[in-house]
């Protein structure tokens, strides 16, 4: 019989912090601050999105035999058989019915969150089907993570004019929910592109990287395409400045900007790691892509802080808390799942 730990594996509950902070955000802005009701609400929200949509697609990849016989997965519990996919597939769109009901109650049933969040779950549905056969596998995720800031910040009181916000890009809050939503999505695009494709390089599944000429070698050794190399360093530096123009835009302090500034430096510098030609340390990769997303999330909460608190030292107090808090989960269930501190065995 399955444990709680094994279904946790299953839910790859240990990046949960990922989503949750970016509905966190989401909602902090739309709710006017970070103390707010509506914050604590799409916490949870974040969870379970996470829990179920992940869920859903480790039981899909295993399912049309993606992930039975990758050697970096063989501590799965689906690949141990300690959870059957019957049974994976009954309790995961279950938490995905749980999450729609929870999501749409909590926004209120506002009809732009509800239409937003509509979107998120079929662009989810695409991606955990159907994306191991697509090529362009990463627009569909990117979608429907990139959407949970938008959705969080309608569902929280949020509002724009659509026929002026949207023409003239200002006005209140609305240029950084554009803004922000931008970034989740080159983010989101950069994670599943870039680190999804390194990271299953050897498998059978389509890669637009090794399209592109990325490949590891019969020596292990991991050989790249100056293409793939612009390409991922464009992404990631669109991420970046799309970043800094949320803090830009928000009336961020002069120590936040330079703050924002070398974070996204050093996510440069990780996407070099990344990239450059080497002989191929899948789990030193794995804890670089590690480092590059948690790092991305905290660079945005750091641009988004302002909307936390009008003292500029609680902003940054705040911010602090909440990135501490998100690495605390990370390593606790690190550890309690895979036995690691920093680096997932996913």
């Known amino acids: 019989m399955a444990s709680v730990r094994d279904w946790l594996q299953l839910f790859r509950t240990h990046t949960s912090p990922l989503e949750m902070s970016i509905v966190v955000l989401g909602a902090a802005l739309g709710a006017g601050g970070f103390f707010k009701w509506e914050v604590l609400l799409w916490v949870l929200f974040g969870w379970l999105y996470h829990n179920a949509g992940y869920g ?50 909590i926004t209120g049933f506002d009809i732009t969150a509800v239409v937003l969040l509509v979107i998120l779950t079929v662009c989810g549905f695409i991606y955990n089907i159907w994306g ?49 939503t931008l970034a989740f999505i080159f983010q989101i695009v950069y994670q599943i592109l870039v680190e999804g494709d390194l990271k299953d390089l050897d498998q059978n599944e ?45 009336d961020g302090s002069i120590g936040q900007l330079i703050v924002v500034g070398v974070m996204g430096a050093g996510l440069l510098f990780l996407d070099h790691r990344l990239m450059i030609p080497r002989c191929f340390d899948h789990p030193q990769t794995l804890k670089d892509m590690s480092f590059m997303e948690v790092g991305s999330v905290f660079a945005m909460i750091v641009a988004i802080s302002p909307c936390f ?27 309690i799942l895979w036995g690691t501190v920093l680096r997932p065995r996913v």
């Open 56 to 105: 859903h697609n480790s039981v899909e990849d295993f399912a049309r035999g993606f992930d039975k016989h990758d050697l970096h997965k063989l501590h799965h519990p689906l690949q141990r058989g300690v959870i059957s996919v019957r049974s994976a597939r009954i309790v995961t769109y279950t938490m995905i019915g749980i999450s729609f009901i929870y999501g749409m109650a």
């Open 132 to 180: 191991k056969n697509m090529v362009v596998k990463f627009m569909p995720i990117a979608l429907a993570h990139s959407l949970l800031f938008p959705i969080a910040y309608f569902g929280s009181g949020g509002e724009i004019d659509w026929n002026l916000d949207l023409l003239r890009f200002w006005n209140g809050t609305t240029p950084v929910v554009v803004w922000g």
């Open 206 to 250: 389509a890669s637009l990287l090794r399209t592109m000429g990325v490949r590891i070698d019969h020596g292990g050794f991991f050989r790249t395409s100056v293409g793939a190399r612009v390409m991922s360093m464009t992404i990631k530096a669109i991420n970046v400045f799309l970043i800094l123009k949320v803090a830009v835009e928000i």
């Open 309 to 335: 608190h009008s003292n500029g030292l609680a902003q940054f107090g705040i911010a602090i808390g909440v990135m501490v808090a998100a690495m605390v989960y990370f390593v606790i269930f690190n550890r």
